[in-house]
């Protein structure tokens, strides 16, 4: 027999050396190799159909996908209360940073004349709405939810307490506050006949 009957020789082998052939593999390629299909017993599926002018003798649709599912196991883009697979709705934590600003202006802004109690009242409902909002996984910022409903109530006590101060300051009596043992109390009598 001659040396083109048997397989042809891998030109990018190394050189043989002392009479070993190394240009064969002592393991068999990958794609010889036993697998999961070619095993004994396992059940083999025909090869997926090659579409005729499938570009690099896959089918037209593209490379072939190994091992995912056919299916998408992800509803349909067009299917109401789903984004796009791989989209995450942006949390709304907008109630919750509200809540708190509120509630530091009205802390801090007590001796406004009623306005730390309107804005501590404000914070409070936007604090719950913003809590609300986390416990059913739309927002992700309890914290400053909890801090703006925490600042509201302090910012509306305090509020309350200085506005009331003030209202029982303006009406009680001016003559209350007039006491005759003042030791500082001067009066200045003027005699018209002493010259």
Aim: glycine share 14%; with cysteine.
């Amino acid at each position: 027999m001659s040396e083109n009957s048997e397989q042809p020789v891998d030109p990018w082998a190394p050189p043989n050396q002392d009479g070993v052939e190394l240009s064969k593999p002592a393991t068999p390629p990958v794609h010889d190799q036993n697998t999961v299909i070619s095993m004994p017993g396992a059940e083999t599926a025909p090869p997926p159909p090659v579409a005729p002018g499938g570009a690099y003798g896959y089918p037209t649709g593209g490379a072939p996908s190994y091992g995912y599912p056919p299916a998408s196991p992800y509803p349909a883009y067009g299917q109401p209360g789903y984004g796009q697979p791989g989209w995450q709705q942006a949390p709304s934590n907008g109630m919750g940073t509200t809540s708190m600003v509120l509630g530091i202006i009205a802390v801090a802004g007590f001796c406004m004349y009623g306005l730390g109690i309107v804005l501590g009242v404000l914070a409070l409902v936007f604090g719950i709405i913003g809590l609300k909002k986390v416990n059913r996984g739309e927002a992700t910022n309890r914290g400053m939810a909890i801090a703006g409903v925490v600042l509201g109530a302090i910012g509306t006590l305090v509020s309350a307490v200085f506005l009331g101060f003030i209202i029982w300051a303006i009406t009680q009596d001016p003559s209350s506050f007039e006491d005759s043992s003042d030791p500082f109390a001067t009066s200045l009598v003027v005699d018209a006949g002493a010259r």
